[in-house]
């Protein structure tokens, strides 16, 4: 079964079709910028020009960075403010004409994880950070999502976790490898502390590089990269998707 994914992110745009069976891209995936400034009606008309390109009729599973209940957003992370309290899905399924689940993006990059990556047949508590412009966060109780989690936004004493502990933040400060995995440590301590997870994935643009890092990262639970890296949020979001097929 073929689903196309699509994940909404700061900079990009990115989708294709999904074997969701296989848990792999069945075409190239086709990329767009994100407009600037990211308008619903900039970014929906750009969500289109994707599902133009692949000629696609079928199932939509979407990805965006904002908590999202009901199809609504109820946020904004890089993106227009414009999109807080908006009707979302509701406005992508008009754009595009066709039948789409929207959800955020780190879950469904923890969705993908969980069913074809580094969380397969893992049982437990098991929470999926992904690290890049800020921090995503997909928790995990016996391979069951609950959604929305926003772990990035946790404060470690004044400051908040992904202002201080972001791959943005390890370039913004020029911060060396070593440096950088204190920071996570210290982060994931504390998300230790809190929810005694089974599990630690470490997704985003950092996890090519967890081998730099790992090293100064000493705490109980587990931790291991992400397996599906920048496929995760596509493979997900089709994934997601599938419910509307039933």
């Given at each position: 079964m073929e689903i196309l994914g699509i994940d909404i992110g700061g900079s990009g745009i990115k989708g294709a079709p999904v074997?969701?069976?296989?848990?792999?891209?069945?075409?190239?995936?086709?990329?767009?910028?994100?407009?600037?400034?990211?308008?619903?009606?900039?970014?929906?008309?750009?969500?289109?020009?994707?599902?133009?390109?692949?000629?696609?009729?079928?199932l939509i599973g979407c990805t965006f960075p904002a908590i999202i209940k009901h199809g609504?957003?109820?946020?904004?992370?890089?993106?227009?403010?414009g999109w807080i309290g908006l009707e979302a899905e509701k406005l992508l399924r008009q754009k595009t004409g066709c039948s789409l689940l929207l959800l955020n993006d780190a879950d469904a990059a923890g969705i993908a994880e969980m069913e074809f990556g580094a969380g397969r047949g893992r049982d437990g508590i098991v929470m999926v950070l992904t690290f890049g412009t800020g921090i995503g966060s997909a928790l995990f109780l016996?391979?069951?999502?609950?959604?929305?989690?926003?772990?990035?936004?946790?404060?470690?004493?004044?400051?908040?976790?992904?202002?201080?502990?972001s791959d943005r933040a390890r370039k913004e400060k020029g911060l060396k490898w070593k440096q950088w995995g204190e920071r996570v440590n210290a982060y994931l301590q504390h998300l230790e502390f809190l929810f005694s997870p089974d599990l630690f994935i470490i997704g985003g643009?950092?996890?090519?590089?967890?081998?730099?890092?790992?090293?100064?990262?000493?705490?109980?639970?587990?931790?291991?990269?992400?397996?599906?890296?920048?496929?995760?949020?596509?493979?997900?979001?089709?994934?997601?998707?599938?419910?509307?097929?039933?």
């Amino acid at each position: 079964m073929e689903i196309l994914g699509i994940d909404i992110g700061g900079s990009g745009i990115k989708g294709a079709p999904v074997d969701v069976t296989q848990g792999e891209l069945s075409e190239a995936r086709f990329r767009i910028d994100t407009p600037q400034p990211a308008t619903p009606e900039a970014v929906s008309d750009t969500v289109a020009k994707i599902v133009q390109h692949f000629e696609w009729g079928g199932l939509i599973g979407c990805t965006f960075p904002a908590i999202i209940k009901h199809g609504r957003t109820l946020s904004a992370a890089n993106v227009d403010d414009g999109w807080i309290g908006l009707e979302a899905e509701k406005l992508l399924r008009q754009k595009t004409g066709c039948s789409l689940l929207l959800l955020n993006d780190a879950d469904a990059a923890g969705i993908a994880e969980m069913e074809f990556g580094a969380g397969r047949g893992r049982d437990g508590i098991v929470m999926v950070l992904t690290f890049g412009t800020g921090i995503g966060s997909a928790l995990f109780l016996n391979g069951e999502l609950v959604p929305n989690t926003e772990l990035g936004h946790v404060f470690l004493g004044s400051r908040e976790a992904e202002q201080w502990t972001s791959d943005r933040a390890r370039k913004e400060k020029g911060l060396k490898w070593k440096q950088w995995g204190e920071r996570v440590n210290a982060y994931l301590q504390h998300l230790e502390f809190l929810f005694s997870p089974d599990l630690f994935i470490i997704g985003g643009g950092a996890s090519k590089k967890f081998d730099k890092f790992a090293r100064s990262i000493n705490i109980n639970a587990d931790i291991q990269p992400a397996q599906l890296l920048n496929d995760a949020g596509i493979v997900g979001a089709a994934m997601a998707a599938r419910r509307l097929a039933n």
